[in-house]
Structure formats: C-alpha cells, structure tokens
C-alpha cells in the first residue's frame, strides 16, 4: 500500500468475498452477516483502510481499492480456516459466548492457530496504520489484537467493539486462555459492547480475575494505558434501507414476490444466516404448531423462512441444517393445500434489494434467537416495512430486545408462550399494531448507525 491510513477498521472479514466459480471465474460477492451490513456505511463515510480476510483460504490478494477505501487482504492456509475460523472461533468462541447454545470445543491446536492468526492481522494493520492514527479492531475472532497490536504500535489509538454477548464470569473461565484473552481485550483504549450487560460482565471478569485496578467502567494497566468498557448498541443505516425499500426496482420485486406466493392475506416472515443461535428450530416448531392446530389457515397465510448458508463444514451447523430440512418437510407433508406449501424455505443469500422487498410484504416479521449480540435484521424490517401496520416479534435474547421494547416480545423456550404471541402480533387491533410499530420506527430512526460510529469515535478520541 502506497499511502498510510488514518483510520482503519480491522475484522475477519472484509467487506466483499472472493468467490471463484467453477470454472474459474472470479467475482466478489457482499460477504454474510451484521458486521459487514453496520460497518459498510461508517466506511464509505470515513475512507481509510480495511484490514481482513478475503474469504478464499490458501489465496493472497493484493490490496484495493473499494467504494473510496482501500481494502488490504490478510490470507489464511486452508489449516488455518479449519483451525482458527471453523475451530476456536465457531466451535469454541462462538458458543461460549452464546451462553453455551451448543456445546463450546477446547482444542490447544485451535488455540496455537488463533494466536498466530491474531498476531498476523495486527502486522497488517500496523503496516496499514499512518502515525497515530485510530485503529477499530471487530468481533471476536479478533481478540488478542489490541493488544498484540500496542506492542507494535504504541502511538495508535485503538478501540475494540464485540459484535456477539459477552457471556457471565461463571461460562468465560472456562476458557483455558481465558487470561491471555482478557489481557488481549485490554490492549485497548476503549472496548465496545453491544448492551450494558456485556460491559459489566467484563468488569466484573477484570476485577475478579486480574490485579489491574477498576475504577467505574475504566481498567488501568499500570505503565501503559485505561482501557474503558461501554455500551455502544449497533444499528444500520435506517434511512437507506428505508430509501431503498421505496425503489420502483424494490416495489415491483415484493409485487411480483406476493404473486409468486398467492396473495396470502398473512405472511410471517424469517430471514437469518442458518445459525443455531438464531432459535430456527423453535420458531419453525411454534409456526408448525399453529397451522397443524389450524390456529394458522395455510389457504392463507405463509411462513416465508430465509436462511443464508453459514459456516456450514462446523458440525453443529451441518446438523441444524439437515434438522431444519426435516422439520421444513415435515410440517409442509401434514399441512398445505396443493401447490403450495405452508412454509416456503429458502437456504439461500439475496441481494439486498431482495431482502428489502421482502420486509416490505411481511405482516409479521419473527426474530427469535435464542442469543444475539444485537441482530439487526429487526431493524432492517422496522426501516423497510412502508406501512405501521407491520409487526416484529422479538425475542427477549436478543441484544435488540433492549431498545426495541414496543416490539411483542418472546421467550423462544417457551413454545407455549411464543405460539400465543405470533397470533397476538398477526391479528392486533390495528391501533395496537400501529402504536407499537410508530415507537419502534421512532427509535430506529432516531439511533442510526452513523450515531454509533460517531459516540464510539468521539469517545475513544477523547482517550
Ligand atoms: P448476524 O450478524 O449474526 O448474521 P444480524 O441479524 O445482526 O445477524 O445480521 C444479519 C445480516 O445479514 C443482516 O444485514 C441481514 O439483512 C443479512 N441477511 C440475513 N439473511 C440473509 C439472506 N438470506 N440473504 C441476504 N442477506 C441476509
Ligand atoms: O456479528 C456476528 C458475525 O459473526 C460477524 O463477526 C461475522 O462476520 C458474521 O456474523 C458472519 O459470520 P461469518 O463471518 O462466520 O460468516
């Protein structure tokens, strides 16, 4: 790279995979998932660098340019993929944090794998890092970096913002590195979090499981530097997702959408990456339950169920798939007329001028995870859907659930009580389902992701 940045923004994965198709052909594709649906926008804002994996194990890229930024590639051997991407990162990382959903996997070579791929991410980054510049490190495949990337480069200011939960004292020590991860986050002038629980939970790890002294949310290591925890709760572009639902393009997809699913009077929709945090398997049971009780008249009303395809060599994740195509098929052999089946299920990605056509249709959109850091789909239904007629059902578990409180809220356990909630938000009196809907657009509208960014920059230049 010819020129130094002033900013840089360092995660697993940058914004755009590189997919080689058959026969050879390469093109680069969105890459999945909410990090790179929040930070796109903050980085076509900011310019300066993004540091990350491109997404092709056993490949080097050459850096780019990209929507005014430059992009600097990090390879990974396909070793590395299996052992610090598919491995400590999903297998071992990801549940913990996820209040052990799934069982978490401890495996000293995953470690090794992560440590040297958290060592190489921060040599790139201080390579791409202009003299004292801002360094924003993301998510939890990336935990060791802040501070790995101090020692190197002592003039940067570096902040560090966790996309997932950040779980209870009693589940993290049963990290074995839990030491060197928590001094690892602390190489930071100011680590994010998406609720105020995750901060606590922090502070109340660093004040239990190490001798640095806490002082409110400030963390002083001694000789060096405080690193402060805060809550900074991650949002989206509301106005573009909503500029973008209002396309001629977006309006003529959901008409020809609503065609394609016969008109139905009702329709709940699902869109997620297929993981087992996202509480698919209870949602799926709740909305099986209810046609197969006829509560739900498949003659009119449609689950339309999205799943993109995630991590999908991880064991836990090639079960849930085959699990979703049995109880998808299930359901859909007792219940549905001819032609049309009461669940349409999708295991595929979509532009997203699919996904906002799709928010624009939905009579009731159903985000149930079990656990999430914040999940943004919730947002992106609130900005698109064009009317306040809408409905979101949300689960208590989700990081959003905190500020979208006018959303009907669930207990994804309890499929008794998520039942009666699905048939509250599809048939409320309209007023009720438009006072809901009128303070939850309100609270999107008004904690946009160019707030985030800002509240989070503001506050680690002031460090
Ligand atoms: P996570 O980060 O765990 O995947 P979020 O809900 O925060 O969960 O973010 C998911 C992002 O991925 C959203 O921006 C959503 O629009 C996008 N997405 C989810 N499912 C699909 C799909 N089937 N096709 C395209 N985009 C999807
Ligand atoms: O926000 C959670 C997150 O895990 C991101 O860190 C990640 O980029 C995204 O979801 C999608 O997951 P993956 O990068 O493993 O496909």
């Not at 401890?106 to 980054?125: G, K």
């Not at 905190?402 to 809220?409: D, G, H, M, T």
Request: charged fraction near 25%; charge should be negative.
């Amino acid at each position: 790279m010819s020129e130094r940045a002033r900013f840089v923004v360092v995660a697993n994965r940058l914004p755009v995979d590189r997919v080689v198709a058959d026969d050879g052909t390469v093109d680069w594709r969105t890459s999945p998932g909410g990090l790179v649906t929040a930070l796109e926008p903050v980085m076509r804002r900011m310019g300066g660098a993004w540091v990350g994996w491109h997404g092709a194990p056993d490949e080097t890229v050459a850096p780019f340019q990209h929507d005014g930024y430059s992009i600097v590639p990090v390879p990974l051997s396909a070793e590395e993929y299996e052992e610090y991407y598919e491995g400590f990162s999903n297998a071992t990382l990801w549940p913990l944090f996820h209040d052990t959903v799934a069982f978490p996997e401890f495996h000293r070579e995953w470690w090794d794998a992560y440590l040297t791929v958290n060592r190489r991410f921060a040599v790139a980054t201080a390579e791409a890092a202009g003299d004292g510049a801002t360094v924003w490190v993301q998510d939890y495949q990336l935990l060791l970096v802040p501070q790995m990337l101090r020692e190197l480069r002592p003039d940067l200011k570096i902040g560090f913002f966790l996309h997932i939960p950040f779980p209870p004292i009693e589940l993290f020590q049963q990290l074995p590195w839990r030491g060197q991860i928590i001094e690892g986050l602390l190489g930071a002038d100011l680590v994010g979090f998406q609720v105020p629980g995750g901060a606590q939970n922090f502070l109340r790890l660093v004040r239990t499981r190490t001798r640095h002294r806490v002082e409110r949310d400030g963390v002083r290591i001694a000789g060096s530097h405080t690193c402060v925890a805060r809550a900074y709760p991650i949002s989206i572009d509301s106005q573009g997702f909503a500029d973008l639902a209002e396309t001629p393009e977006v309006i003529a997809e959901s008409e020809a959408l609503l065609e394609e699913l016969g008109h139905p009077k009702t329709i709940f929709l699902g869109v997620d990456r297929l993981d087992y945090t996202k509480g698919l398997r209870q949602r799926i049971r709740a909305m099986g339950e209810l046609f197969e009780e006829g509560k739900l008249d498949p003659a009119d009303t449609v689950f339309l169920q999205v799943a993109t395809p995630s991590r999908e060599r991880v064991e836990e994740y090639k079960k849930l798939r085959d699990d979703i195509d049995l109880l998808v098929g299930r359901i859909n052999s007792h219940v549905g007329g001819v032609g049309r089946p009461a669940i349409s299920y999708l295991h595929a990605g979509f532009p997203r001028t699919t996904m906002a056509a799709m928010y624009r249709i939905a009579n009731v959109m159903v985000v149930t995870p079990l656990r999430d850091g914040m999940n943004l789909v919730a947002k992106e239904y609130v900005a698109c859907h064009p009317s306040t007629n809408g409905a979101l059902v949300l689960s208590e578990f989700a990081g959003a659930a905190k500020e979208l409180k006018q959303a009907y809220i669930v207990n994804p356990y309890d499929l008794n009580g998520m039942k009666d909630v699905l048939m509250q938000a599809a048939t409320d009196a309209p007023r009720n389902r438009q006072r809901r809907m009128r303070a939850l657009k309100k609270q999107v509208f008004g904690h946009t992701i160019e707030q985030w960014a800002d509240n989070f920059l503001g506050d680690l230049e002031g460090r």
